[in-house]
């Protein structure tokens, strides 16, 4: 959780006491714009972590923004998802007799011993794995959800110290905006 602290509210609310609505104008966009920048930190460091691209994770991740206003200074940004095709990964297909690898999390590949890749026509390809022998046995395979990659302790510790970054220097952007009436 990111929170002004009480010696920032103070202090915007002594600066400018004088302006009508001053200080909750400050503390809305300063909020809003930490939802935004958080929000980017959060994608940006899943892709660090995972070998998934920002543009694929960006088409799967499901956000519900609250935005703060004037009136209710919270704001609240919270994501979802479904389960990402594998596909969206680094793999190596089987080519030669050799079996499909999967790299999800850097650093870490797998083996996946039954699987296999497919053209599925105009639906672009898709990897499936053999449950059983038998000839129609197969299922997509998928990593992790959007949800899952993003809630990694350390994506959202980085992405709540660079919000939190962003807060300590919007406030005084916001001031310094109101104070010459922009």
């Not at 200074?73 to 095709?85: D, H, M, T």
């Amino acid at each position: 959780m990111i929170e002004i602290s009480k010696e920032q509210i103070n202090r915007v609310n002594l600066i400018l006491s004088d302006v009508q609505k001053g200080p909750q104008r400050v503390f809305y966009q300063t909020v809003n714009r930490a939802l935004t920048n958080f929000k980017s930190t959060v994608i940006k460091g899943v892709s660090e972590i995972y070998t998934i691209k920002q543009s694929d994770l960006r088409k799967e991740v499901k956000t519900k923004r609250k935005k703060a206003t004037v009136n209710n200074l919270l704001g609240s940004i919270e994501f979802g998802g479904n389960l990402i095709e594998i596909k969206k990964f680094d793999i190596t297909p089987n080519t030669n007799g050799h079996k499909v690898q999967v790299e999800v999390k850097k650093g870490k590949k797998y083996t996946l011993e039954h699987a296999y890749q497919t053209d599925l026509g105009k639906y672009g390809t898709a990897i499936f794995e053999r449950l059983t022998r038998e000839r129609n046995t197969s299922q997509e395979i998928y990593g992790p959800s959007a949800a899952t990659m993003i809630s990694n302790a350390a994506v959202i510790k980085k992405a709540e110290e660079k919000a939190q970054e962003t807060i300590n220097k919007r406030i005084e952007q916001e001031i310094t905006r109101i104070l010459n009436k922009y």
